[in-house]
C-alpha cells in the first residue's frame, strides 16, 4: 500500500506562484510513475500534469504548459508541481497519483492506483 500526503495548496492572488508537494509512505514510488491532477465543484477531475519514475517523461495539460512544472526527489519518496502565472480557472483540488502498471506517463485517472486527499488550491481575481 502507498500513501499519498499533499501539501502546499492555499489562496494566492492571480499572477501568483504556489508549489504543492506530494509525500509518499508505505514503499518506496520510486520505480512508479506520478501524476497531478484536479478538480473544480461540479467537475470532473482533470489531468494536470504527470512524470514517469525516472523523469525522463513528462506530460502537461495544454492548460497548464509553460506555467507548471512537475518534478520529482525519489530520495524524498516526493513529487512536486511548481505553478506559476496562476489564473483564478487554476482553482480546484488538486490530487497527486502513482500509477504502478504503465512505464512512462499516463493522463488517464483510472490508470492510477493510489490518491492522495487532495489540497485546495484558490486563485482570487
Known amino acids: 500500500q502507498v500513501q499519498l500526503v499533499e501539501s502546499g495548496g492555499g489562496l494566492v492572488q492571480a499572477g501568483g506562484s504556489l508549489r504543492l508537494s506530494c509525500a509518499a509512505s508505505?514503499?518506496?514510488?520510486?520505480?512508479?510513475?506520478m501524476g497531478w491532477f484536479r478538480q473544480a465543484p461540479g467537475k470532473e477531475r482533470e489531468f494536470v500534469a504527470a512524470i514517469s519514475w525516472s523523469g525522463s517523461w513528462r506530460d502537461y495539460a495544454d492548460s497548464v504548459k509553460g506555467r507548471f512544472t512537475i518534478s520529482r526527489d525519489n530520495a524524498k519518496n516526493t513529487v512536486y508541481l511548481q505553478m506559476n502565472s496562476l489564473k483564478p480557472e487554476d482553482t480546484a483540488v488538486y490530487y497527486c497519483g502513482v500509477h504502478t502498471r504503465i512505464y512512462t506517463t499516463t493522463v488517464t485517472p483510472r490508470d492510477y492506483d493510489y490518491w492522495g486527499q487532495g489540497t485546495q488550491v484558490t486563485v482570487s481575481s
Open positions: 508505505g514503499r518506496t514510488v520510486s520505480r512508479y510513475g
